[in-house]
């Protein structure tokens, strides 16, 4: 058990510049999790993939946002013409929800790429 | 909406002392409650859970919370403090139907020696 990886860990951009995050869930993880914190706050979801379908998507922040997984293993988060708003720490979390509630299921997160916005 | 409120954005303990981080729900219905931990540069960890089972949760670390419907809170406590409990702990919430988790705002532990 190699633990949830995200990369990069950092990223610096320009406003308007395009960025691309990705995550490595655990190996046997069929769902995966999107989130964002800003500083001083706590995560705020903003997607999820069971396998390769992304079943909830409504929480994505902007039509900037979208997030694939096309193979039901890693996943990208990309965010387009990035704001100064979009500074954050984007985490990342996987779950196998085998022999409990899926609602209650207990997410393994990632260390985050946390991305600053010039 | 459902919500979590977590009271004092920071708790200071001495070594040994009692450890207690307050959670406060907000619901109409029967909720689930999470408390996990975020060491610097580290992803978030669980804790515990509480998942209706029994109100009296006991997690990782030395940690419990108690859920007291009553009160609508999850508080969470330890006996003893570690220097290693310093970090921020944050309560989530969710409900069935597969609603996303929703994190309050965190309460950094700091532990004096």
């Known amino acids: 058990d190699t633990g949830v990886s995200q990369d990069p860990r950092h990223k610096i951009t320009k406003r308007g510049q395009n960025v691309t995050f990705r995550c490595d869930p655990i190996s046997e993880h069929n769902r995966l999790y999107w989130y964002r914190q800003t500083l001083g706050q706590g995560p705020e979801f903003l997607t999820y993939?069971?396998?390769?379908?992304?079943?909830?998507k409504s929480r994505l922040l902007s039509d900037r946002f979208s997030a694939e997984r096309p193979k039901g293993s890693f996943s990208t988060l990309e965010i387009q013409r990035t704001e100064q708003g979009d500074s954050a720490m984007y985490l990342c979390a996987s779950s196998f929800p085998h022999g409990q509630l899926e609602v209650t299921d207990t997410q393994y997160f990632g260390p985050g790429t946390r991305l600053t916005v010039l | 909406a459902q919500s979590v409120t977590q009271l004092g954005s920071h708790v200071s303990v001495s070594e040994g002392a009692l450890v207690l981080l307050r959670c406060n729900y907000s619901?109409?219905?029967?909720?689930?409650l999470f408390w996990y931990v975020q060491y610097p540069n580290q992803g978030l960890q669980l804790l515990l859970k509480?998942?209706?089972?029994?109100?009296l949760v006991k997690g990782i670390n030395g940690f419990e919370a108690e859920f007291k419907k009553s009160e609508t809170s999850f508080h969470l406590t330890k006996p003893s403090a570690h220097m290693s409990d310093a970090a921020e702990y944050f309560c989530?919430?969710?409900?069935?139907?597969?609603?996303?988790?929703?994190f309050g705002k965190g309460t950094r532990l700091s532990v004096i020696a």
């Open positions: 509480y998942t209706s089972a029994a109100t």
């Open positions: 993939f069971q396998n390769e379908a992304q079943l909830e």
């Open positions: 619901s109409s219905v029967p909720p689930y």
């Open positions: 989530a919430v969710t409900f069935s139907g597969n609603t996303p988790r929703v």
